[in-house]
């Protein structure tokens, strides 16, 4: 092998190389050959270190994702609300249920005439009207609370009539109901003639008299006393008169009914006298015979 040994200076003379110079300055060259390569060598990463790299990121990334998991995992279950389940209908209704029970030993019970109330709003109304025919009778006629003196004409004279043209059954009387009730009731079939009691002249005819429902009202003078006699509950367009017209005793002016506020067909009959409500039924045994 051949080496290039660099130029002696020009202006150094010019010597002879000695055996001994020349093995110095192989070496020399082949120390810095060796140095070189084993720098090169360094520079470069072992093929192990290469392999590792990967495996070092895998495990690094495995773990930050479980800490990930560890504190988000809890904090969403925390956050998750369990639905409740849909209640039934008879859970729903279980607070204010209501149920009824029936007596194995129940008996049948006779529903009689003023045993139940008004449901409907009509039925409502008539009531209401009713309540405040009543009250106004009260304020202009006060009732008869002492012995009194029916007799005005002589019995079976003609004078006075009986207004229910036939069989006819009394229910309440006067002063029922708490004194409430001002006439007699005459419970008799739809339809049969309803006669002016008295002569006299109609002040009060309508189809819709508040709770009496179809009524003729007349005046009368008697003996010298003001006799109002009153015929409601008619059958609607039943009407044989008109107010202002003059009626006699026995003279058709209606047909039983069950108008107004009324649950059967019947007669409620009022006589007031000079203004005074008086016992209808006793009015008539007395004078009408």
């Known amino acids: 092998m051949t080496e290039q040994l660099p130029a002696p200076d020009a202006d150094q003379p010019q010597t002879p190389p000695t055996r001994r110079s020349l093995r110095k300055a192989t070496a020399s060259h082949r120390t810095a050959t060796t140095r070189t390569q084993q720098l090169s060598a360094s520079s470069v990463p072992p093929r192990d270190s290469r392999m590792l790299r990967p495996v070092r990121s895998l495990a690094v ?11 988000a995992l809890p904090a969403y279950g925390a956050w998750q609300t369990t639905a409740p389940e849909p209640l039934t209908l008879q859970q729903v209704a279980s607070d204010d249920a209501q149920s009824l029970v ?11 005439r003023e045993s139940y109330s008004a449901t409907t709003q009509e039925e409502i109304d008539r009531k209401k009207a009713a309540e405040a025919a009543a009250a106004r009778a009260r304020a202009s006629a006060s009732v008869a609370s002492v012995p ?3 007799s005005m004409v002589p019995s079976g004279s003609g004078l006075v009539r009986w207004p229910v043209g036939g069989p006819f059954t009394v229910t309440d009387r006067f002063g029922a109901r708490g004194g409430a009730h001002m006439g007699t009731d005459m419970v008799a079939a739809g339809g049969t003639p309803v006669y002016a009691s008295l002569d006299g002249v ?12 179809v009524t ?16 409601p509950h008619m059958q609607t367009g039943s009407r044989q008169v008109a107010a202002g017209d003059t009626v006699t005793a026995g003279q058709l002016v209606g047909l039983v009914g069950s108008t107004g506020r009324s649950t059967a067909n019947h007669l409620h009959f009022e006589v007031y006298i000079d203004g005074t409500a008086v016992d209808s039924l006793v009015w008539l045994q007395t004078n009408a015979g």
């Not at 109609?202 to 429902?213: A, C, F, P, T």
């Not at 003729?216 to 015929?231: C, I, K």
């Open 148 to 150: 009194f003196d029916y």
């Open 102 to 112: 029936v007596a194995s030993d129940a008996t049948r019970t006779q529903l009689a």
């Open 216 to 231: 003729v009202v007349v005046e009368s003078v008697l003996n010298g006393q003001r006799v109002s006699t009153v015929y």
């Open 61 to 71: 990334l495995t773990m930050v994702s479980g800490l990930i998991a560890t504190v």
């Open 202 to 213: 109609v002040r009060i005819s309508q189809d819709s008299y508040g709770g009496y429902g």
